[in-house]
């Protein structure tokens, strides 16, 4: 048997044996095994190799010569050895195969993990972000909420002083004798005073105040699109402070001066 069959015998396939004994010029059939060894993953090792007159090479056309060598070669190898080398040869492909697969698996885990890892980065970015947001919206209705209660108290302490000076009043007027007095004349009516201009404090989410003066005959609707262009904002809502009153949409085409804000006020911009 030649070089080729011994090879063919061992379970090579007669494409990948051609190549193998034509890279080693067909002088050892351990050098052709070797050969395969290395180059066991190659794309193109089953493909056809045709010699230029078209006799496939390893074929029973080889030249006297190296058909010599060929016999020369598998005579010092006995089949048992042949067997024994055709099984290592598998079993070193098998492991070079099995170390390849394992490469692959541990570079598939290796991805998987920076994929986790760039995901599990991005969801605490959105969670630190909605903490931000949540926390930004409590310190605004915290501040709110104290700006309500100093409303509140100034308008009972001034209902408070009232009714005590009433009953100072009252008092001093018990203390004395009065002398009957002529009937007071009823004082003229005074006209209700007339102005021209209203005068804005605009309370912004953020904290920051913003003053400007309009024209007593502008309409909500013109302090709306003040805020929008100033502070920037898209989607708010507009309320005084105290009395609180939160006005609608409707009540855009009103003048300042019909919805009680003239001569000063405070309005308060709030998020939606």
Request: a neutral charge.
């Amino acid at each position: 048997m030649g070089l080729k069959e011994d090879m063919l015998a061992m379970g090579f396939g007669e494409n990948r044996t051609v190549r193998a004994l034509r890279a080693v010029q067909y002088n050892s059939m351990e050098r052709a095994i070797a050969w395969l060894e290395n180059h066991e993953n190659d794309a193109d090792i089953d493909d056809p190799i045709e010699e230029s007159g078209g006799n496939v090479l390893g074929s029973a056309s080889e030249p006297g010569q190296t058909q010599s060598v060929q016999e020369e070669a598998t005579s010092e190898i006995t089949p048992e050895e042949r067997a024994a080398k055709a099984a290592e040869v598998q079993r070193k492909i098998a492991e070079r195969r099995r170390i390849v697969e394992e490469k692959d698996k541990q570079d598939a885990i290796m991805r998987e993990k920076i994929r986790r890892k760039e995901g599990q980065s991005l969801g605490e970015m959105r969670e630190k972000r909605d903490r931000d947001d949540a926390k930004a919206l409590a310190e605004d209705r915290r501040r709110q909420k104290i700006e309500d209660e100093k409303a509140r108290k100034a308008v009972l302490d001034k209902i408070k002083q009232d009714r005590m000076n009433k009953m100072k009043a009252k008092e001093t007027a018990n203390k004395e004798e009065v002398a009957p007095q002529p009937a007071p004349q009823a004082a003229a009516p005074q006209p209700a005073k007339e102005y021209d201009e209203c005068r804005l404090q605009l309370r912004l989410p953020t904290g920051q105040a913003l003053v400007n003066s309009f024209k007593a005959e502008d309409t909500l609707g013109d302090v709306v699109a003040f805020v929008r262009d100033t502070a920037k904002l898209d989607t708010f809502g507009l309320m005084t402070s105290f009395p609180r009153k939160q006005f609608q949409p409707s009540d855009y085409g009103f003048s300042l001066k019909s919805l009680g804000l003239c001569p000063s006020s405070v309005v308060i911009v709030s998020k939606q």
